[in-house]
């Protein structure tokens, strides 16, 4: 099977976010692969242990994201493809990000492609839904299960709490949701491994497109932080006299229930 | 300048979800005076469906019944939704947040060009834009976000931009559409309904959650009889997800779901950021935990410091008692 995992550099977890000029500050923050898309990392090489083939990780960013490209090499992934737009994208939206994964899948040939269902930063889960669209290839969002029969793929997906039990037939585009597997962590003779594998940079200019071609159709004017939140009122008394003061307090003062 | 804006309501068992009259309301903001156009897809009769989202603010609605649109698909839902844009060539499109639309509204874009700002929270028309406010890192920060080129394009997050006052006395037209949808390639075996007593987690007014200090499967059992005399879902932290304590799907944070009720309560939830960022934007915050150092008391309105075991069932009888008072 050839396999395509698409890939985010995302911001840790952890990090606190911190707003400098008006962006998010990126100076000294972690950065990790997102987590959704360590799933469809994990599911992919799976699949390939289990039917044969390759797996090609696809990322879009800059040099940074080589690091975990790297990562996912020692996962298990046989290659990885940078496309770099360091140099030509200043603005982008998903339609951009969708125009470039679109040309860069023109010439290829793939029975799966996986990626996260959502990026935990800017959290559009946009992206594969608009490229399945693109490349006229049907598509499945939040999976939690995933067994594939010749051409055929019987899926599992989370909808909301409910289990949706469907088939669809390959070539077919998947969007992982928790629960779907356990991402491995890189071992070390797969980190060592993972120097060697190919990492193929490109560039606009390399998938024939060029800056008016990406332009984006939304844009961002201001990013903000919410409020800090205060710690509040800690209940204090017998446990009976705080959970009548807390159904008063909830009832009475901020009239929620 | 007034905009013509299509809303695609959302059936689910019958009744609309309160989010669509959500995004009627919204798509009023969106059309500062314009035209809001409606549509309903399903299988059964949308006749009461659709009259609601007129008493909710349509101006008219589309159905489109055929027995393809039983239960969502994208690939039957965009058909219709398509044949609906096509007919109306609307200026804006708006629909609610939801597992069906974060799954059709992507490929609707994609298929026509045109951007989508997802998971908005508010909206206001600024400096003759309209302008949407949507939370990023799973709410550790906002941004806005205006259309650039083409369709005005959105979808807005269930809780956060209230419905528009239901009134009776609002007339307008109701049209059936019959659209032909063909070539499914994806096929729905079977569903099964996991979500308890149907209140969905996202959609939820109020949210009790719990962590590692639930201890157990069983131990969630308080829990979701304090959510039932609230009429509230139950959720949960990753620990006790990945403790096996519960389902994947209740986990709430900055992986699983970001949840803003009007009152959410944490039990034996200790707060790590990543689940802060899940719920730390929600109205009222409740925590019940016996660590008083625990950092989620740092973010709660109100804190009760005990065992969960011993507060969770004394709440719900209080509230239990007040139900049969009121």
């Known amino acids: 099977m050839n396999i395509y995992v698409l890939m985010k550099r995302t911001f840790d977890t952890e990090e606190k976010i911190v707003i400098s000029n008006g962006r998010i500050e990126e100076e000294g923050a972690e950065f990790i692969i997102n987590p959704y898309d360590e799933y469809a990392i994990e599911e992919a090489i799976q699949l390939r242990d289990e039917h044969g083939g390759e797996v090609t990780v696809v990322t879009i960013g800059s040099e940074d994201a080589e690091k975990q490209l790297r990562t996912a090499l020692a996962m298990g992934a046989d290659k990885a493809v940078l496309i770099n737009t360091e140099d030509d994208v200043e603005e982008s939206d998903q339609f951009t990000t969708v125009k470039i ?23 559009s889960g946009q992206i594969g839904p608009r490229l399945a669209e693109k490349l006229n290839i049907p598509y499945v969002t939040t999976i939690t299960n995933l067994k594939i029969d010749g051409d055929t793929a019987h899926i599992e997906r989370d909808v909301e709490g409910d289990v949706e039990k469907l088939d669809a037939s390959l070539p077919l585009l998947v ?5 779907l597997n356990e991402p491995r962590y890189p071992s070390l003779p797969g980190i060592m491994k993972a120097k060697k594998k190919p990492l193929e940079e490109l560039e606009l200019d390399d998938l024939d497109l060029d800056e008016d071609d990406v332009e984006p159709k939304t844009k961002t004017i201001e990013v903000f932080l919410p409020p800090a939140k205060e710690a509040g009122k800690v209940l204090e008394g017998e446990i009976d006299d705080q959970v009548k003061e807390l159904v008063s307090l909830l009832r009475n003062e901020s009239k929620v229930i | 300048m007034s905009k013509k804006i299509v809303v695609f309501g959302e059936v ?20 500062e005076g314009g035209e809001i156009v409606a549509a309903v897809f399903g299988d059964g009769s949308l006749e009461k469906a ?13 159905t489109v019944q055929n027995e393809t649109l039983k239960t969502y698909t994208s690939e039957g839902y965009a058909q219709a939704a398509l044949a609906v844009i096509e007919d109306e060539d609307p200026e804006g499109i708006v629909m609610g947040h939801t597992a069906a639309g974060k799954d059709l509204t992507p490929k609707l874009a994609s298929k026509l060009d045109s951007g989508l700002i997802s998971d908005v929270t508010s909206i206001e028309v600024a400096g003759g834009n309209v302008v949407f406010t949507r939370p990023i890192y799973s709410g550790k920060a906002f941004e806005k976000k205006i259309v650039t080129d083409g369709l005005i394009f959105a979808t807005v997050r269930p809780n956060n931009i209230a419905p528009l006052e239901r009134d ?13 949808i063909k070539d ?17 987690l996202s959609e939820a007014k109020v949210v009790i959650a719990g962590g590692r200090g639930v201890k157990s499967k069983e131990g969630f059992e308080p829990l979701q009889e ?3 005399a609230l009429g509230g879902a139950v959720g949960a932290s990753r620990g ?10 209740l986990q709430i944070g900055q992986t699983g779901k970001v949840v803003t009720p009007d009152l959410y309560i944490a039990c034996g939830i200790s707060g790590a950021i990543q689940h802060l960022a899940g719920m730390s934007n929600s109205k009222v915050i409740v925590a019940i935990n016996k660590d008083p150092e625990a950092n989620i008391f740092n973010v709660a309105d109100y804190g009760i410091v005990g065992d969960l075991f011993d507060v969770v069932p004394k709440l719900t009888e209080e509230i239990k008692k007040l139900k049969v008072n009121a």
């Open chain 1, 101 to 123: 994964l679109e040309a860069f899948f023109d010439d290829k040939e793939y029975d799966l492609i996986l990626a996260g269902n959502v990026a935990i930063d800017q959290a």
């Open chain 1, 175 to 179: 969007t992982c949701q928790q629960g």
């Open chain 2, 12 to 31: 689910r068992d019958g009744e609309l979800r309160n989010v669509s009259f959500e995004a009627v309301a919204a798509a009023k903001l969106v059309s």
């Open chain 2, 50 to 62: 659709a009259q609601e989202l007129i008493y909710y603010g349509a101006d008219r609605v589309v």
């Open chain 2, 168 to 180: 009776e006395s609002r007339t307008g037209e109701i049209t059936a559409k019959e659209v032909e």
């Open chain 2, 184 to 200: 499914i390639r994806t096929v729905i075996k079977e569903v099964l309904r996991k979500s308890t007593e149907g209140v969905d």
């Open chain 2, 226 to 228: 304090l959510a039932d």
């Open chain 2, 240 to 249: 006790a997800c990945d403790a096996d304590y519960c389902d994947y799907s």
